[in-house]
């Protein structure tokens, strides 16, 4: 793990954000808001850079593989899940290929700069004491 300031603020919002990726995807779509206009693909897209833009922020390069394997393997156990549910969702393999691209993506995007992200905003938010004489 990087070193942060606020390390169980940020995992703990990671995780609240992997229960409710899990929720959406196997809650049946009539009990969803609709989304505007934004294909499915796109969606998971989306939501798995977002996943692994986040917890690539937390830790090292080095962990970026545990990040991708942890969220592909969500991601097909999420598709499995909704092929057996029979509540109106489908599992489709196009989805986990458009998930796998978003992880993909973000731990790239990551690898070459974005990385350090969390650490840029807890310097913001977290300015050193200036001492009064």
Not at 36 to 58: M, Q
Not at 82 to 97: A, F, K
Not at 99 to 128: A, M, R
Request: with cysteine.
């Amino acid at each position: 793990m990087l070193s942060l300031r606020f390390p169980r603020l940020w995992l703990g919002l990671g995780w609240l954000a992997v229960a409710l990726a899990i929720l959406v995807c196997l809650v049946p779509t009539t009990q969803l808001p609709q989304p505007p206009n934004l294909s499915d693909k796109t969606e998971h897209f989306l939501a798995y850079l977002l996943l692994s833009v986040w917890f690539a922020g937390i830790y090292a390069r080095n962990r970026y593989w545990v990040i991708a394997l942890g969220l592909v393997i969500m991601g097909v156990l999420i598709e499995l899940a909704q092929s057996t549910m029979g509540l109106g969702r489908y599992g489709d393999i196009r989805d986990v290929i458009a998930n796998c691209s978003g992880v993909l993506t973000g731990l790239l995007l990551c690898w070459f700069g974005l990385g350090n992200w969390i650490q840029w905003v807890e310097s913001l938010v977290s300015k050193p004491q200036v001492e009064k004489s």
